[in-house]
């Protein structure tokens, strides 16, 4: 209207990344079975992740506290697997959640879809002053869905869709090929045919083939 030129200027990236990621790991009802496995390897996978420099606290609500989570040992893991929350949300913890991320601290919910989507849990977080982060969401179909959040509302960032069938299958043991033949001696090498290419010092090959013609 002013004859002016309109233009969006881009956010300058931050000078001071965050120096501390903050992981919520929730471990309610809506989580149980398929969700709690998905949803401790993708906290796993936000801790591994963060900045050398950084700290990394994960944490379980449980009622109005936080305890802290291991991801770094089997102890830790198995711990966390076994404590079960039956409330059906993680309304409560927020202040204490809000406590142990202050200033530039880096926050991620890790928990199911419908637990983000839960009427009581999203006015008890637009509650909360100057509250934001990320939420990684998941679900026993195996969807995921990594949104950002803040004030003004949600915007969703990612999305990927993963087999969780896998997370529950038994690794398989790779077939272990014997160094040495049963009759010969000689590398298993020389059982194949026709021989693959082979880069050694030609007295060494001219030996081999010797040893095995002998």
């Not at 969700?35 to 936000?46: D, H, S």
């Not at 609500?61 to 198995?78: A, F, H, N, Y």
């Not at 934001?132 to 990927?160: E, H, I, M, T, Y």
């Amino acid at each position: 209207a002013l004859n002016e030129a309109l233009y969006l200027q881009g956010e300058h990236p931050r000078r001071d990344p965050p120096r501390h990621r903050v992981i919520l790991l929730e471990s309610g009802i809506r989580t149980w079975g398929v969700p709690r496995v998905y949803a401790t390897a993708i906290a796993m996978a936000l801790a591994a992740t963060c900045d050398r420099a950084a700290e990394v606290s994960a944490y379980r609500p449980e009622g109005k506290e936080l305890r802290p989570v291991d991801l770094t040992s089997r102890q830790g893991l198995i711990e966390h697997l076994a404590a079960l929350d039956p409330r059906p949300h993680f309304a409560d913890s927020l202040e204490a959640l809000r406590q142990a991320s202050p200033g530039l601290s880096e926050l991620f919910l890790v928990t199911q879809q419908d637990v983000l989507g839960d009427p009581e849990l999203r006015a008890a977080m637009a509650a909360q002053e100057d509250f934001s982060g990320f939420a990684a969401a998941v679900d026993r179909d195996g969807s995921f869905r990594l949104s950002s959040f803040s004030a003004p509302g949600q915007k969703v960032l990612r999305q990927a869709m993963m087999d969780v069938d896998r997370l529950m299958e038994q690794p398989k043991n790779p077939r272990q090929l014997p160094l040495r033949g049963p009759k010969v001696g000689l590398p298993e090498f020389f059982s194949i045919v026709p021989y693959p290419p082979l880069r050694l010092p030609a007295a060494n090959l001219r030996k081999c083939v010797r040893d095995r013609e002998g």
